[in-house]
Nanobody, 122 residues
Framework: VQLQASGGGLVQAGGSLRLSCAAS????????MGWYRQAPGKQRELVAT???????NYADSVKGRFTISRDNAKNTVDLQMNSLKPEDTAVYYC?????????????????WGQGTQVTVSS
């Protein structure tokens, strides 16, 4: 399984960015997909996750500003980020967990994308 993320960049405070991530490989379904981020000198932290039945979970710091969505048929997950703040600056990583393979084997590996840089200037 591979995850390919895109959409990062440089934006001014108050602006918006949209991150996208596509999972590829022998996938029948994915239980949970999500986004995490890691700022310099800090630990990686959860941003938002979404399950196959669209149950979502957000970090308190992004509630009301970020929206996560997914397309189960395409195995993609997006993160719409609005009202961005300088403290949102980080490398953002796509994650997939709980994969049912095309041969109906359960795979509980945590898969990660390569990371995409988001920089918010003040």
């Amino acid at each position: 399984v591979q995850l390919q993320a895109s959409g990062g960049g440089l934006v001014q405070a108050g602006g918006s960015l949209r991150l996208s991530c596509a999972a590829s490989g022998r996938i029948f379904s994915i239980n949970r997909m999500g986004w995490y981020r890691q700022a310099p000198g800090k630990q990686r932290e959860l941003v938002a996750t979404i399950t196959g039945i669209s149950s979502t979970n957000y970090a308190d710091s992004v509630k009301g500003r970020f929206t996560i969505s997914r397309d189960n048929a395409k195995n993609t997950v997006d993160l719409q980020m609005n009202s961005l703040k300088p403290e949102d600056t980080a490398v953002y990583y796509c994650n997939a967990y709980g994969i049912l393979t095309s041969t109906l084997r359960s795979d509980v590996t945590d898969y990660w994308g390569q990371g995409t840089q988001v920089t918010v200037s003040s």
